[in-house]
């Protein structure tokens, strides 16, 4: 059974990792509920869930099959901790479907808030 994926940097169409959604489906583009933002990590950003209420963070929603999510886990370093996969509130049309997101699982201090949308 496929996975529906929010990608909002580096995996996006047009960007330096999107090969890593080859043969995968695009949904179509999405923005996240509040209280989301972005990071500058190095070359590439971090999603992290705020408490304060932030405009969402602006991205895209794929179909992944079950080989290709276990390759972009291990590309994301969630064993390594990096990233963890989970669930995430969109917004309308998809806000009523369970939808994954890679969410930054490290500290952000000192690090430049991007707010929502991330160019590569």
Same mark, same amino acid.
């Given at each position: 059974m496929n996975t529906l994926l929010f990608? +909002? $940097?580096?995996?996006?169409? #047009?960007c330096s990792n999107h090969h890593h959604? /080859? #043969?995968?489906?695009?949904v179509g583009e999405a923005r996240t509920a509040r209280g989301f933002c972005l990071f500058a990590l190095t070359g590439y950003p971090g999603l992290v869930a705020r408490e304060d209420p932030t405009d #969402?963070?602006? $991205?895209? %929603?794929?179909? %992944?099959?079950?080989?290709?999510?276990?390759?972009?886990?291990?590309?994301?370093?969630?064993a390594e901790g990096l990233y963890q996969r989970v669930p995430i &509130?969109?917004?309308s049309p998809f806000a009523e479907q369970?939808?994954? /997101? +890679?969410? +930054? &699982?490290?500290?952000?201090d000192g690090r430049r808030d991007l707010g929502s949308n991330w160019v590569e």
């Open positions: 990608v +909002y $940097g580096t995996l996006k169409r #047009g959604l /080859a #043969g995968q489906t695009f #969402g963070v602006v $991205g895209e %929603v794929w179909s %992944v099959d079950p080989e290709k999510l276990r390759h972009l886990d291990e590309f994301e370093r969630v &509130a969109l917004r369970p939808i994954d /997101a +890679y969410l +930054y &699982a490290r500290q952000v």
